[in-house]
């Protein structure tokens, strides 16, 4: 009984290898608090599928539950990959409530939501150490990168041995510093980008279908 139970497992491992490559990809949007990532999730949706993921705010931890786009065809090139998005919280070391109060949210509001978040980032590690297959991982190119969330990501993403490209997100802006994003994790291909202006989206799309697909 116990070879027999043995075999049926093996073949169940070799079945799910050889049927793996067909199944969509779920590729996680992560990285930190406002920069971007709903943004890039609903850009990329609406121009393969015509729907929009989540809303948008300025707002920081506007996303504080994982949302899912599922079945997103892309083909660039000669080379085609099925996607599920995964557009995840935000992550952050501490959300405090305060900084919803500077967005005119009441407090009892504000509390909640920074509850939510908090819960959010739990949600959004875990998605990360058990339920993806590779990540893109946007960065404001306006703010410094060489923060302790980003590098903490990164290692993370490293020792699943994922596949990631870090976009940098918003060279609309004057501020933007696409070298300074690139020299932060010079060991990942940067891809610069406005998820908001559309600005590069071509080679963002070539870049997805190449690493994913």
């Not at 049927?19 to 990809?25: H, I, L, M, T, V």
């Not at 998005?85 to 952050?92: H, L, S």
């Not at 005119?104 to 509001?109: C, F, P, Q, S, T």
């Not at 410094?144 to 997100?169: C, H, K, W, Y």
Request: charged share 30%; net charge negative; proline share 5%.
């Amino acid at each position: 009984m116990g070879l027999l139970t043995n075999l049926k497992d093996s073949v169940s491992r070799v079945t799910d290898r050889l049927f793996a490559s067909d199944d969509p990809k779920r590729i996680g949007i992560y990285g930190p608090p406002n920069a971007g990532k709903t943004t890039l999730a609903n850009r990329i949706a609406r121009d393969w599928t015509g729907d929009a993921i989540g809303p948008e705010s300025h707002v920081p931890h506007e996303t504080r539950r994982a949302r899912r786009k599922e079945g997103v065809d892309i083909e660039r090139n000669g080379r085609s990959v099925t996607i599920d998005i995964v557009d995840t919280p935000g992550v952050a070391t501490k959300v405090d409530y305060k900084e919803f109060l500077d967005h005119d949210i009441e407090k009892d509001d504000a509390i909640r939501r920074s509850r939510e978040a908090t819960e959010g980032v739990a949600e959004a590690m875990h998605w990360l150490r058990e339920d993806v297959d590779g990540v893109i991982y946007v960065l404001d190119s306006t703010t410094d990168p060489f923060t302790q969330v980003n590098t903490m990501l990164i290692g993370i993403i490293e020792s699943r041995d994922l596949p990631v490209l870090i976009f940098a997100n918003k060279i609309d802006l004057d501020e933007a510093d696409i070298k300074r994003v690139a020299d932060a994790f010079p060991q990942h291909e940067t891809v610069p980008l406005s998820a908001l202006e559309g600005d590069n989206m071509d080679e963002v799309y070539d870049k997805i279908a190449e690493y994913f697909g």
